[in-house]
């Protein structure tokens, strides 16, 4: 399966360049992103009014660690989605909401020691937003 998955990569690469397409690479591992990608308090891009409203606040108790956006949740307009992830990269939560889910709100109970946290925080209109806990 991982060789038809290659065949097929090198072949749509291929086509593409003799298409005389240009031939985008995925970001790697440890590489900056552009700004207007993903969103921080600090690098808060095009959304730079949306901070407060978008930002994902963390909380931390023990081993419960409490996730919360300040953001409407509305059909038009609402929270997506949660994801806490460690400083190793590992995913220990993730929460998907519907928009009639009365706030962005999500608990996680983690395992381990850990030294960062990262809580993303994705909304249908203004996308990603990252915010980082030091332990
Ligand atoms: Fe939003």
């Known amino acids: 399966m991982s060789n038809r998955r290659n065949f097929l990569k090198i072949s749509m ?3 593409a360049a003799m298409a005389g397409n240009r031939v985008f690479a995925s970001p790697g591992k440890g590489d900056k ?3 207007n990608i993903i969103y921080t308090e ?3 891009g095009r959304f730079a009014k949306k901070v407060g409203s978008h930002l994902p606040v963390v909380t931390v108790d023990g ?3 409490t996730v919360k956006t300040e953001h409407g949740m509305s059909e038009a307009h609402y929270i997506v989605r949660h994801t806490l992830v460690s ?3 590992e995913v220990l939560g993730e ?3 519907h928009f009639s889910d009365p706030e962005a709100v999500s608990v996680f109970e983690i395992t381990g020691d850990h ?3 990262y809580a993303t925080s994705f909304c249908n209109k203004h996308d990603m937003w990252i915010n980082e806990v030091v332990l």
Do not use: I, M, Q
Request: zero cysteines; proline letters at 5%.
């Open 115 to 117: 030294s960062k946290l």
């Open 87 to 89: 400083e190793n990269g």
């Open 13 to 15: 690469v291929a086509a």
């Open 33 to 35: 992103l552009p700004d």
């Open 42 to 44: 600090n690098n808060s």
């Open 63 to 65: 081993n419960k660690v």
């Open 95 to 97: 929460r998907t909401f």
